[in-house]
Every structure is written in C-alpha cells, then in structure tokens.
C-alpha cells in the first residue's frame, strides 16, 4: 500500500487501484491490442473471472511504485516504439493521477496479435 499524510489524514491507496490505472492506461496506447497473463495461475484466474488488473504487477517500496506490465502487441507495429511508448504513457498517467512517484515501469511484450480489420 501506498501512504501519504496530509494535514486533513491519511491517503492510502492500494496496488489493485494502481494496476487499475495502469492496465487501462495500457490498453488506450497505440498498438496494444490486450494485456497478457504473468504466469500459468493467472491465465487460469483470468479465464474464471474477468480482471480489469489483468496483465499488470505493482509492488511498492520506501512510497516509489514499479509497475510491471505484460502485453500483447499488434502485428506490423514497431515494438521497441510501442512499449516505450507504454511505459511513457503508464508513467505519466499514473503519476498524474496519485501525485506519486514512479520509480520504473517495465514492459513485457508476450506476445503479437493481428487486430481485426472490421
């Protein structure tokens, strides 16, 4: 959990808020077709119930977040482009809206998909 003190109390707000920010800020991105899953559990989490954090890990330490993002990305786009592209935009979005510190936002691409043509 994330902790802030102002003069009124106490801010606390927890990583699921945090990855929440991050996975839909991810799936707007040019080029992210969906979120991936960590691991085995998690695909299988996903496939019973439908997560909004799905693809994304945050962990905090000394009030510095690390965001870890797992991505699926279009075929025949740049992905060098598309995941500095997504740590910017995840970055920036989340920081904008805690006023909080991002220490890293690391991508990992898992894979490509080809996007409809509808």
């Not at 991810?26 to 997560?51: E, F, P």
């Not at 699926?72 to 910017?88: D, G, H, P």
């Amino acid at each position: 959990m994330t902790d802030e003190s102002t003069f009124l109390g106490r801010i606390i707000v927890s990583p699921k808020a945090i990855a929440t920010i991050a996975s839909q800020s991810a799936l707007q991105s040019y080029g992210v077709v969906g979120m991936a899953s960590k691991n085995i559990v998690d695909g299988i989490t996903q496939a019973l119930v439908r997560d909004p954090r799905h693809g994304v890990q945050v962990s905090t330490a000394d009030d510095q977040i690390t965001i870890d993002l797992y991505i699926i990305i279009e075929y025949q786009t740049r992905i060098s482009s598309v995941a500095a592209s997504v740590a910017n935009i995840v970055h920036y979005q989340v920081e904008r809206s805690l006023g909080m510190p991002v220490k890293a936002v690391n991508v990992h691409v898992q894979g490509l998909r080809i996007s409809s043509r509808e």
